[in-house]
């Protein structure tokens, strides 16, 4: 078997669960980086195709910063299991306005 490091992992970077959406607020997406100011820019320059380009998903609304990519993947799962209620209640419970948290970057 080979190491975290022959794969890649590393525990020495932050890794990101974020939702984002579209000016409106009314698509949801939710990813997994490590490198959260990066991504926001690619998703707001249209870099990303698919989804977030399609529905002009580019405003971050949450996110959680985890040690771990193994954290980081299993917060995402479990969050993409979940409702569109329960995500926005997730979101209102840091960012009740819906501000484009980008600018914390």
Sequence with gaps: MS???ERGIS???DYFVYI???KINTVLYTGIT??????IYEHKNKLI???TERYNVN???????FNSPFE?????????????GKKINLIKAKNPEFKDLN???
């Design 20 to 22: 984002a959406t579209n």
């Design 34 to 39: 490590n490198n959260l100011k990066k991504r």
């Design 72 to 84: 980081a993947i299993t917060a995402e799962k479990r969050i993409k299991g979940w409702s569109r």
């Design 59 to 65: 405003k971050l609304v949450f996110y959680e910063k």
């Design 11 to 13: 525990y020495f970077m």
């Design 103 to 105: 600018k914390e970057f």
């Design 49 to 51: 195709k698919g989804f």
């Design 3 to 5: 190491s975290r490091a």
